[in-house]
């Protein structure tokens, strides 16, 4: 090497990894409107992209339809849990926002606490009935 260093060419900055293509993006993104991602489960239950982002559009369709009628009983028993359940299902409206958006630019967001319910969820429905033992 004679004393002279070597040039060696800067790394470039490895970019978030891509996992779904141009429909699947797509899907992947209205999963996250009510009732849409139930039904884009069962309609794209081979696609891993698309089913990922439904089961986590479910989980949150179920929770604010939940928080819904809480919120109705709510308003008439004590009005200021109310309010409470309103910033909830306002926190649950932007983290359906974030992942609509993380979709759509083919990432695999999992949720805080919601991700981890989704797993349970599609696990559950693909596990074939156990024969009881004799």
Excluded at 60 to 83: C, H
Aim: hydrophobic content about 50%; aromatic content about 12%.
């Amino acid at each position: 090497m004679n004393g002279q260093q070597q040039y060696q060419q800067p790394q470039q900055p490895q970019q978030p990894q891509q996992q779904g293509g141009g429909d699947s993006k797509a899907l992947g993104a209205i999963c996250y409107i009510p009732v849409i991602g139930l039904i884009m489960y069962f309609v794209k239950k081979d696609d891993k992209f698309v089913a990922f982002h439904a089961k986590q559009g479910s989980i949150l369709t179920i929770i604010w339809i939940a928080l819904w009628i809480l919120s109705s009983v709510m308003f008439w028993i004590f009005w200021p849990l109310y309010w409470v359940v309103g910033i909830i299902e306002m926190i649950i409206g932007i983290m359906a926002l974030i992942g609509l958006i993380k979709a759509a630019m083919g990432q695999m967001w999992k949720m805080p606490l919601i991700g981890d319910w989704a797993d349970k969820f599609g696990s559950s429905m693909q596990q074939p009935p156990q024969q009881p033992r004799q």
